[in-house]
């Protein structure tokens, strides 16, 4: 099934005081991969950037680095793309998850290691358990964890930041969609599974008979899993398979190789405020799944 | 059972080995006393050079720890060692450019993936782009080596930012100057030639580039070698915050300019180089400095990357890596060592837990002895393992040979390590020939602060016949000062050149009063206690320290306070507090002074410490002491004056010194003739500022008989001729701000003017009612508002504030 996107996603940050110099990294611009094809797409900052230069990273996605030279009270920064998702129904992963831990693929075994901002503890073995009883097939056991995660956490608004760690959400027993795919990346590698943090967007449908309101949508983010013969993508904020209404943006370890924007200011003062913006449109009609 | 160790001095029948007969020799003929002696003698070298290393933690720095005796290595030997770190360095850099393009040696399978990308080391960063021609990944190179029983072994690598290149030279130059004679005619090689070898290896291929050794700050770990090196290499040491990314390369700040950094030699550690792509918390880095380093329009070195190369998991692998890569064997073996995320060398840990020394595979973490371990801190750790096996490494723990040190009860055979180093010349790989030998602490497994010892590679080099320069006269100073001062170092000159003045002027100051309290001691009358009353008071506020003896009673004995001005170094204005912060600008701008400022900062402070240790206050020994001090002040003005270039780093340490004394003048008068009282006391007193202002024979000369008030205020104000007058320090200043770019200072002209309308006689002038010299004061008050913002606007001029970095939070996923 075949869905083509308009995406803005717009940042507009403003400072309390004269910012001189705002150096910036982004990843939001939508990767290309086998299902998802973007076929333009942009960062504009304002004020003008005076340099604004994109690569693609050791993961294959779209880093684009901006510095702002001209003293500054308010930045913005506009990511623009048309991009199209052609999704197929993942077929069901049946090796058991121990025969997936133990083939030991070569490009997937980086990301049965821990990383950065996700360490092996045993909390988080624990709380897995449950889900990996021996010989499930794989795919039924990230299904599981998918689902718990989903049932056993509330979804709260601002309950945590973007340090927030695994440990504050088990703890804590809230969070938002960064926390809990990082919970589930974190405890398929305590099985020795690789798995994937997925930046990127979910379209949001209104309410039958209301019209779409404008920067609704939002940045999202959910988990990857191998199984062997591929990656199966799973979104544990709503409990569902990723399909054709998601738009990947980047994937890492974890969210730290993939922050939509971050950035170094030089300012006396820097206090700030941010809106965000987000608005996926359908530029074509495409068959809902 | 353990094997006895190797004794590098002896063989197996107690004989001396041949190339240390020389020092066998010093050993017998030297005797307790005579080792003593030596240990002193470098004690006070390495006090008289200033060589120290800053611990961790630590308030300040303390002196570096040598032991007199070298490690001595014979040269036929020394070529095997020489090929295998020379060998191990080429396979580290193609290692590391592979790991970073295409990684070939893991899907090979000659590497298992956990070892590279498990390592917090490995930066995803630092890959290059698919096709990207290969970088140079090592430049420099350091090799901990211990021998053991089988010949050397391969104790760890260090190739983030390794230090002690320099500290090896720094222990040359003290070793060669104890043991004179021996080093003398025993046939040592150069440790020079290393130097040159790094300096033309970062100048290889590229026209006239310009390179920068990146450290972070003055105050970190080993301060004093980078700015060793700094001088050796003739590099400008920088700060992060000197540097800039614009245009998609790197520049430095200089004194009102930019200019573009080709090469970057780093002794910051990768994680700390950039805030923005990097650690978010550094303030040491540079914003973008990945991403042009990343481009190529900087060679950064080592690269950026290199730290996965530091993992002792990689120890198991190098052998074949190394058939592989380099179609040669192995030459260093490296201590045997099981990578625990391999299942079979992780059940032969477990099995051997208590033969092996476990440690995790990053960096700072410490090292745990399996025989050390309790049943529980075993399951304990096992569990920590296994959860995690990749992270860890075990290792068998060497026996290190042994060589004389110098101990309490004469030299005695201690254990020694040696941390060689190999330089990418250009011209294949370069081995400094020697190290930094070091013994470690009895039972420890973290190296830090250790005893270091010199190493000695004795016999000529069958290809090195030139002969150079002799170590221990290559001596740092201001002739290899680069062109262009940056920001940091400018404002640190500035401020030494205020704290060395301050520290004259409170000396002098200090000792006035200390001598007119011993005459008052000994031949108590009312004027004396008058004008003793007044200088005190007075003291305080030239030295800004009020209330200080306004809060001391008029009979109250005022030796504490002295005494608090002459050695607290904790209080602003005191004497303690000048010197200190003498010495701590002093060592910020290291590779800028000459050596010889280490002899002087080293004694004042000395006999600082004296002073301050006595709780009764001796006039007698005050004023000695203070003498002393002066002594030292004044040999460090002939230094600056007669010893340093006159760059643009220059101009601004003396307009500090010119500032400062300015406003001491301003300061000394204002406290002591404005509100003066009349008879007997004033004359006291003003003989007293006449001292302090170090006037008293041109007063006497010039004014023979005529000692007024209106003649010592126009030798101390308007006086052009005399070095001590505030006209003086006016002209000084015009010329060093005549030499810095950037206009004069609107305050310079306003306190210009304001001195050149005034008339010596008015100003001497009393008022008729209260006795009191209103002209004076109202005439010192502008001119010390002046001042002050004159020293603001230089300041601003030269020190360009840049404003504070701030990591801007990522944004957070909304939903």
Known sequence: MTSTYRVTHRTAYEYSGEVTTSFGRAHLLPRTQPDQRCAEARVVVDPEPDELREHVDAFGNRSTYFCVRTPHRAL????????????????????????????????????????????????????AAPSFPPGR??????????????????????????????????????????????????????????????????ETRPPPGKPKLRGVDASH????????????????TNDRVVDDSYVVLAHGRDYGDVPPLKGVLFADSAHSTMAVAVDLERVEPGVIG | M??????????????????????????????????????????RLLADDGVAYHPPGAETEQLWELDPLPLVLDGA?????????????????????????????????????????????????WRRAVGAPPRRELFLSGVDLGRSSDGWTVLGDRVQAPSGAGYAMANRRVV??????????????????????????????REDPRIVLLHPGPDSETGYEQALLSSLLGLPLVLGSELTVREGRLWQHSLGRLDPVDVVLRRLDADWCDPLDLRPDSRLGVPGLLEVARLGTVTVLNGLGAG??????????????????????????????????????????????DDLVLTPVARGHDPVRGADLDSAARAALLARIEAEPHAWAAQREVVLSVAPVVTDAGAEPRPVTLRTFAVSSGEGWEVLDGGLGAVPTAGALVDGVTLAKDVWVVGERPDRTAPGV???????????????????????????????????????????????????????????????????????EITRTTPGFAAVAPDDDPGPELHSLLGDRTRPGTLGFAVHRLTRAAQAVREQLSTDTWLVLGRLDSVLQQLAAHAELDTGEVSDGLNRVLEGLLALAGIIAESLVRDAGWRLLDAGRRVERAQHVVALLAATLCDAPRGPADRLVVESVTIVAESVITHRRRNAGRPGIAALLHLLLADRDNPRALAHQLDRLADDLAHLPGGVPAAFDAAVARLSGADPVALAARDTADGTRPALRALLAGLGADLDRLAEQVAAAHFARRPRPHAYDPLLGAS
């Open chain 1, 137 to 202: 097939p794989l795919g039924e056991a990230a299904a599981d964890l998918c689902r718990r995660i989903h049932d056993d956490f509330a979804y709260v608004t601002g309950s945590t930041t973007v340090r927030s760690t695994v440990t504050d959400l088990l703890t804590g027993g809230e969070g938002v969609c960064q926390d809990f795919a990082h919970l589930a990346v974190a405890a398929l590698r305590t099985r020795g599974l690789p798995a994937r943090y997925v930046s990127g967007y979910l």
């Open chain 2, 308 to 353: 996965v190369a530091e993992n002792p998991g990689l120890l198991p692998f190098l052998p074949a890596l190394c058939r592989a890569l380099l179609g040669e064997d192995l030459l260093l073996p490296g201590v045997p060592t099981w990578w625990c995320g391999d299942p079979v060398s992780l059940a032969h840990v477990r099995a051997h837990l």
């Open chain 2, 470 to 540: 002799p170590d221990e006269t290559v001596v740092p100073g201001a002739a290899t000062t680069p062109a262009g001062v940056s920001p940091r170092v400018a404002e640190d000159l500035f401020w030494l050149g205020r704290y060395a003045e301050r520290a004259e002027d409170t000396a002098r100051l200090l000792r006035a009063v200390t001598d007119r309290w011993a005459d008052f001691r000994t031949s108590p009358e009312p004027a004396g206690a008058g004008a003793l009353r007044a200088l005190l008071l007075a003291t305080s």
């Open chain 2, 2 to 43: 353990t094997p006895a160790p190797y004794d590098e001095m002896r063989d197996a029948t107690g004989a001396v080995r041949a190339p240390w007969t020389g020092l066998a020799g010093v050993l017998d003929g030297a005797g307790r006393a005579g080792l003593r002696a030596r240990r002193a003698h470098t004690l």
């Open chain 1, 221 to 236: 983010a959910w988990f990857s899993v191998w199984t062997g013969d591929g990656w199966l993508d799973l979104d544990p």
């Open chain 2, 176 to 205: 060669a100057r104890v043991l004179s004679a021996l080093h003398r005619r025993s046939r040592i090689r150069r440790l020079g030639p290393f130097f040159e070898a790094v300096r033309a290896g970062l100048q290889a291929g």
């Open chain 1, 76 to 127: 913005t920064v506009l990511a623009e793309s048309t991009v199209t998702v052609d999704r197929a129904v993942v077929p069901p992963a049946l090796r058991g998850w121990e025969e997936v831990r133990d083939r030991k693929d070569l490009d997937a075994r980086p990301f049965a290691l821990p990383s950065p901002r996700l360490p092996a503890q045993p909390e988080v073995a624990d709380y």
């Open chain 2, 77 to 125: 030997e020394w070529a095997g060692l020489e090929r295998g770190v020379a060998q191990r360095a080429e396979l580290l850099d193609r290692l590391l450019a592979d790991l970073y393009g295409p990684r070939a040696t893991v899907t090979r399978g000659l590497l298992p993936v956990e070892v590279v990308d498990g390592h917090p080391g490995y930066l995803h960063g």
